[in-house]
């Protein structure tokens, strides 16, 4: 099976070449030679001739990408769900529907394309917020893990590496019990969804491309006392926190009139605030709620092609990270999956939300699509072109119809801005190249798709 070891011989290293390499000064440099050994940077020297044998990356090149929010089996309702009208609550309702016919079989294939796209538009790293562990009915399989090992598995086929968030899940609404596919989300408990994943990141002690971390689904999911287990269990094993934060003014609204206080202040009431702790979405927002995020440093993952496609709103996110929380990027709901897209939609949705340009530089945008969102993911020896970090190099080309005719100066802006997911023709995860010409060494992942998703909506 494919996976993210290095071929034989790739110990003994390989010598990339770059045209253009984005350094970590947040510049452009021309001619960069990179040494990478195993799965690591070795070397990193800037405007020197090709080094005899190196492998030439054209264009632009890049330290990998991490999808810092994403839900593998949405994949499955693109383009079937842009029909209706409706909100966020009658979307939901087609999601459950995908859920109802996953089994782990069906959900490695179609998660192992779904993986195998984001690795070919430069995801080397992938955050999967993952809610759907049981069988129908809320019964466990044979082992309670099935569906997170098949998640990992697709991961290591597709070539990204993975942060499986574990999530717990314990009602369907604030004071409901879950109901219909719901029930395969619970674990009953926080204690009983502690045990779980103590035991899978028991038997992945080793892999050092996996990281086990811990989420709440979100305010309507975890009752307070319960989210207090879940942050104590990031806490103790060190691994990141994430949360649904905010997306829907009805959770805000809920959340208030039982608890008398914000998501926000809730999480920070139970301890799940914190620097290896991130809000996705945290679109409406109090001051107070920034102050708290802030104030302890929390990422804020936006999803701005999923946030515009259930009409969610626009977060502020250049007040969150003036006020300290890193910005992280995730496909959430895979629209559309492209973390170009993702990065200048940040941007470009202030300036609606504003009427005025220029809010985030490209080099913040860039950084949000690597080393922030690496970071929030538990990698942060990733996300960098320097010695000793993941060998992560995401080339894309400056000759497309999208990019040709930009220059050295221009060329982190040409790449935020107009670039898509398309234009990368080199990934390499890890130490191992998966991406060659804009071929992934799976073959035909669009076929890959058609079939797992024809799969699972059944
Ligand atoms: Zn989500």
Not at 226 to 235: D, K
Request: net charge negative.
């Amino acid at each position: 099976m494919p996976g993210l070891n290095p071929p034989a011989g790739a110990d003994r290293g390989v010598t990339y070449w770059c045209e253009m390499a984005w350094l970590p000064a947040g510049e452009v440099v021309e001619c960069v030679s990179i040494r990478v050994e195993g799965a690591r940077i070795a070397a990193v020297q800037p405007e020197v001739p090709p080094p005899p044998g190196a492998t030439r990356l054209a264009g632009l090149t890049l330290p990998g990408f991490a999808n810092a929010h994403s839900h593998a089996f949405h994949r499955a309702l693109r383009g079937h769900t842009q029909a209706e009208r409706g909100t966020f609550w009658t979307w939901r309702e087609q999601m459950y529907a995908v859920a109802a016919g996953l089994d782990p079989d069906r959900y490695l294939a179609l998660a192992r394309a779904t993986f195998a796209e984001m690795s070919l538009a430069g995801v080397t790293c992938v955050g999967e917020f993952h809610y759907l562990h049981h069988g129908p009915g809320g019964v466990p399989y044979d082992d309670p893990n099935a569906m997170g090992h098949a998640l990992i598995e697709a991961a290591r086929q597709a070539g990204v590496r993975i942060a499986l968030l574990d999530t717990c899940y314990l009602t369907g609404a604030i004071g409901h019990p879950l109901a219909g596919t719901q029930l395969r989300f619970g674990d009953g408990d926080a204690h009983r969804w502690a045990g779980r994943v103590e035991t899978l990141g028991h038997s992945l002690r080793e892999a050092h491309d996996v990281v086990v971390g811990a989420a709440i689904h979100s305010v309507r999911a975890v009752p307070p006392e319960q989210m207090r287990v879940v942050a104590e269990f990031a806490n103790r094993h060190a691994v990141p926190l994430h949360a649904h934060v905010s997306e829907q003014r009805a959770e805000n609204h809920d959340c208030v009139q039982a608890y008398s206080a914000t998501p926000v202040q809730l999480l920070h009431e139970h301890g799940a605030l914190g620097p290896r702790s991130t809000a996705v979405h945290a679109t409406h927002l109090s001051e107070v709620d920034m102050a708290l995020l802030g104030g302890s440093t929390t990422h804020v993952c936006m999803c701005p092609t999923t946030e515009r496609d259930l009409a969610d709103g626009i977060g502020p996110a250049r007040a969150l990270l003036d006020g300290g929380s890193p910005i992280t990027l995730g496909s959430d709901s895979h629209a559309v999956i492209d973390l170009f897209e993702e990065a200048r939609a940040v941007e470009l949705d202030e300036r609606l939300a504003t009427r005025r340009r220029g809010h985030f530089r490209a080099a913040e945008l860039l950084d949000a699509a690597t080393a922030a969102g690496h970071a929030s993911l538990g990698f942060p020896d990733a996300g960098l072109l320097v010695p000793g970090a993941w060998a992560d190099l995401v080339s894309v080309r400056l000759d497309s119809v999208r990019t040709a005719g930009t220059t050295k100066g221009a060329a982190a802006e040409t790449v935020v801005f107009a670039a898509t997911a398309g234009d990368v023709h080199s990934v390499v995860s890890g130490g191992r190249r998966v991406v060659e010409e804009g071929r992934h060494v799976l073959g035909d992942v669009g076929a890959l798709l058609r079939d797992a998703v024809a799969d699972a909506r059944g």
